[in-house]
Every structure is written in structure tokens, then in C-alpha cells.
């Protein structure tokens, strides 16, 4: 059992959950405007239509900042330090927090091109990481 404070899983965001288990980053669509949004909510940010589909996303995108954790953020970090954590913006145009999964957190810099890795947690948690491309 993991010791970490882990993300609630909420009905909104209970697909996306699932979808991080089946090694997918999904995304929802509002049904109204066709844009993708996240973190999951009931209404659209864009235009506060309710109703979203979820959809794939490639999985790709752009460190927009980072952090570079050397002391825990919580006791249950502690053996992790040093660690990125990182505004990832994807190439749907969605912000999302994650870590920058790297042996080298000096190396990592704003605008490098990133792919999702995932992290299994725990049997009911897996969470979407990132790791350089090049
Ligand atoms: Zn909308």
C-alpha cells in the first residue's frame, strides 16, 4: 500500500481514471463546442454546456513550467527526491499536471517535447507520467 497522498477519484473524473488503468490518456470533448477540457468537469469551461465525450489523446505535448522537487512535498515522496513536476500542455490544448519522469532533472527545460508514460500506483490508480521524446 502506497503511504503518497493520491488524486480523489471523483464521478467526473472517474473515466479518466479508468481510461490511465487501460494505458490511455482520454480526454473529454464537450458535446456542444467540440473542445476538449481537463481537469474532468460536469460543465464545459468553454461554453457551460453539460454533456462530454471522452476521447484519446495522442499522449504528446510540451512542458509549458516545471519544478524540480529536492525535498518531499510529503513524507511519502521522500525516497523520489529529487523530482520534476511539471505544466504539461498537450497538443489538444489542455494544461495537466504530472511529473517529468528523468534520471536528469537539471536537463529538463520549458518547451521540450514530452509523451505520456504510465505509473501504476496502485490496483486502482494508475497515473499518467511524461518522459522527454527526444
Ligand atoms: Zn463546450
Redesign the pocket.
Known amino acids: 500500500m502506497s503511504d503518497k497522498p493520491l488524486p480523489t477519484i471523483d464521478p467526473d473524473s472517474a473515466p479518466f481514471w479508468a481510461a490511465c488503468g487501460e494505458g490511455r490518456l482520454d480526454l473529454p470533448h464537450?458535446r456542444?463546442?467540440?473542445?476538449p477540457h481537463f481537469p474532468p468537469r460536469a460543465l464545459?469551461p468553454?461554453?457551460?454546456?453539460v454533456g462530454c465525450d471522452w476521447r484519446a489523446a495522442a499522449g504528446t505535448g510540451t512542458i509549458h513550467t516545471f519544478t524540480v522537487a529536492r525535498r518531499p512535498a510529503h513524507p511519502g515522496f521522500k525516497d523520489e527526491v529529487p523530482y520534476v513536476v511539471a505544466l504539461i500542455d498537450l497538443d489538444e490544448g489542455v494544461r495537466m499536471m504530472s511529473n517529468i519522469v528523468t534520471d536528469d532533472p537539471d536537463a529538463v527545460a520549458i518547451g521540450q517535447r514530452v509523451e505520456v508514460v504510465f505509473d501504476k500506483v496502485t490496483d486502482d490508480l494508475t497515473m499518467p507520467k511524461f518522459q522527454r521524446i527526444d
Open positions: 464537450c456542444a463546442c467540440a473542445r464545459c468553454h461554453c457551460h454546456e
